[in-house]
């Protein structure tokens, strides 16, 4: 890594004969991807969006900047990673940070107070990331939401819904989905006797549970936000509590947090929220954690987060039926997360007016990564493209009769190919095919011409077939079908 | 449009309680998508998408920004019009102001030197756009282009061709796609008497030909630009001329501008382009037309321009034969351009390797201002969900029964919805049905549950029926095969 630094200052300082020399890179944190890549993400997004559409949900697009007071104070901590665009005269623009803000943006700004809808688009990170674990300062999010005022906690059982459903069809290997509450977690700040005042970084502290240790976790709370360890202490016996509707249900008839209006509110929810995952039959994965609190600061009940248990794709384990989680894997890495944010339409809104919302994130940069993976490890070859044919010719001088043939296969439908060669070879047409994984070749010669008939080859068993050049369109569909 | 600046203005100084009202809006130029106009983009895509990938070509796919000097003396004077980042400590970053640049840096960053893709995305602009034209400062892009040291001209004429499918296919009303050389143009400059050094800034004055007249053309090269008026009346003359291949024939007979070299290459080319064209039966559209330029620096090659010629979908005029357009309609906007540019791949290879590139960029946001347009027009409804069936009940209390049997569905892969709340009446349930387009609700009572059946009704016909819930799946499946 070093070296690699080294020898880009050396290219930025000018090459061996004194020049500037062009550095040659995409920005940093960001990447490419090449075609391989593609064909794996369109069948991820296939599988998410086919997943949202079965939900009815609509979809919308915004653009990839925003005024910068859109995403002014929305995000708590984080706001420093917004990248800011350049003050050429006009608006202070910002690149959007996630697409929850620019949704509720959207709708106060068209006074929407219904939708249910998924957005998958790029959001912009000033990270640091650790490119090797699939995170990057530009990378897509697949969010879903249901905006509108309904009964408690059906929206947010179909959010969870969705997680279990998607990450099953991945088949990522085995995941937990930890599920807490705002109200819970600032209720017990209350109980413990943290001021009003420090909730949110507090609550930012906590958020760093599955990063750092409690030892670590209690001295950023002591240390740099001023808590007393007593305090901290309390928090801590809290935070390790892990269970399902059974610990809901102790939780209200604990004598300290059913104190708190605020806790008995979302510990009810948490129950009633239970009762409708059972339903969906989703309760073998999601665990209410009290430790989970997600950092930014636009929630307001219900928050969740998808963590894959094992590294790699693994046979999923036997399921259980309650939430408990006590013999949970090592997490690596969260997939998916989300949760319910009441009041942020009504921050756009001029009149105040607030639209409940309550939605889903997956994080499909880490999916991209582990089916890459997957990919690699795996003996069949990922297509780049269709292509279900290659018009070509062993003879010379055919180049006008192959392209003829090959605009009647387009203009019939057909996917196919030809050489930008007035006179390829034959084995280079055919190795075409094996290296893209073309499985059928149309082959003519001066004799095909003058029979009407085209050679068809099947490339897998070299088996060859004169076909009709009237019935060509028909065989090759025959043969192509999945 | 000044009231509405006015009233701008006024919010942003403050609303009548004299605090700062925040501002509701999307950034200068650029707009949100809603559902029904993301149904319309789906749909416009999957045609595009088609055609690219009957032409085996795969995808790739690019950060939004790039390194500022990525971009730097790729656009001519256009360059002031990119996006730049603001400076937030590390590399100067500007947004893409096209797909082709950063295709270029691709190839040559990964030392690719032969491949078909198409790239569909965002890009950036900081143009005064006439949003009512359909003209944005975010817009997309979609791009194809063939890199690869080929035979002349056929990867030239297959991107034409896929210009001639995909308007075809999207059924935009006719069309005129226009052909010229840049090495035609350069020739004509010299032959006519332009110094070398105007060359590029004469021909982006040229390009301004189709939303000029010519007395304003000229009047720019003599006054603003510096040229003799007779050399540009020369220009003039052979900027009016249109026609097919045999205006290419033509011109390599024409004393004058058969005397340069260059002119002369092209003008050979354009013969061989035609007769390529021919077999792929697309020259009833197409035009040999001198007074296309296209402003972009990076051409070395063949230029085209598809323009629509009338101002909404019509039917297709009969078929020419020759690419004689002497009858063209008004041109009301291009809505694809490209061309070949063997230059740009080596600007950024550390050695100057030359890849040669041609390709094709289809104007994608005026083909949904179109087909929006058209859809308002037309009397059926544009769905913007894809639901087959919702589950309600003309009963109270059956809230988990209706969540239970939704989730039976979603789990068979049907796509289903259910009302959010305990108790919907059955009317509001059946006329969201009437609104989004859904056509199969599964009605469930006390009477229904007892007998293990559904009742299952068609929302167009209002028909009910029983169906055995074991036989649910089937029967929806059945009912909504297309």
Not at 181 to 192: E, Q, T
Not at 194 to 214: G, N, Q, Y
Not at 225 to 245: N, T
Request: glycine share 8%; with cysteine; proline share 4%.
């Amino acid at each position: 890594e070093e070296v690699a630094k080294l020898l880009e200052l050396k290219a930025q300082l000018g090459g061996d004969d004194g020049k500037h020399v062009f550095v040659l890179k995409t920005a940093k944190g960001t990447r490419d991807y090449n075609p391989k890549q593609m064909a794996i993400r369109e069948k991820v997004f296939n599988t998410i969006i086919s997943c949202f559409k079965r939900h009815g949900a609509e979809t919308i697009d915004t653009p990839v900047f925003e005024l910068k007071e859109t995403l002014t104070g929305k995000y708590g901590e984080d706001s420093k990673l917004i990248y800011d665009l350049k003050d050429q005269g006009g608006e202070l623009l910002s690149l959007r940070y996630d697409l929850t803000v620019p949704f509720a943006r959207y709708l106060a700004m068209n006074k929407i107070t219904n939708i249910k809808r998924y957005h998958i688009a790029k959001v912009y990170r000033r990270d640091n990331p650790a490119m090797t674990r699939g995170r990057y300062r530009e990378f897509y999010q697949c969010d879903f939401d249901i905006a509108g005022q309904y009964d408690p906690m059906i929206p947010d059982a179909e959010c969870l819904k969705i997680v279990h459903e998607i990450l099953n069809e991945l088949e990522l290997g085995d995941f937990r989905i930890k599920v807490n509450d705002r109200r819970i977690l600032d209720g017990m700040f209350a109980v413990c006797g943290v001021p009003d005042e420090k909730f949110r970084t507090i609550c930012s502290t906590v958020d760093k549970l599955d990063k750092m240790s409690w030892e670590d976790v209690k001295n950023e709370m002591v240390n740099e936000k001023g808590l007393a360890p007593e305090v901290a202490d309390q928090i801590g016996e809290y935070v390790s509590m892990q269970g399902g509707m059974d610990l809901a249900e102790k939780l209200l008839q604990d004598p300290k947090l059913s104190q708190s209006k605020q806790a008995c509110a979302g510990l009810t929810d948490m129950k009633q929220l239970f009762s409708y995952l059972q339903l969906f039959r989703v309760t073998d994965k999601v665990v209410f954690d009290l430790s989970l609190a997600r950092g930014l600061d636009y929630y307001t009940g219900v928050i969740y987060e998808a963590v894959l248990t094992q590294s790699g794709p693994a046979p999923a384990p036997p399921q259980q039926q309650n939430g408990a989680a006590g013999e949970e894997g090592v997490s690596v890495g969260s997939v998916a997360g989300g949760g319910r944010y009441d009041g942020l339409v009504g921050m756009f809104d001029p009149k105040g007016r607030k639209v409940p919302c309550v939605g889903v994130s997956i994080g499909i940069e880490r999916v991209f990564s582990i089916m890459e993976q997957k990919a690699e490890a795996s003996a069949e070859k990922v297509r780049t493209t269709e292509t279900q044919v290659m018009v070509a010719s062993a003879q010379k001088n055919l180049l006008e009769e192959r392209l003829k043939l090959t605009a009647e296969l387009w203009d019939a439908g057909i996917k196919a190919e030809v050489m930008y060669k007035k006179n390829p070879k034959l084995l280079s047409q055919l190795q075409h095919c094996e290296d893209t994984g073309i499985p059928l070749v149309a082959i003519i010669g001066e004799q095909e011409l003058k029979d009407g008939v085209v050679k068809l080859r099947t490339v897998a068993s070299r088996e060859e077939m004169d076909v009709l050049r009237a019935e060509l369109v028909e065989e090759i569909k025959k043969r192509t079908l999945q």
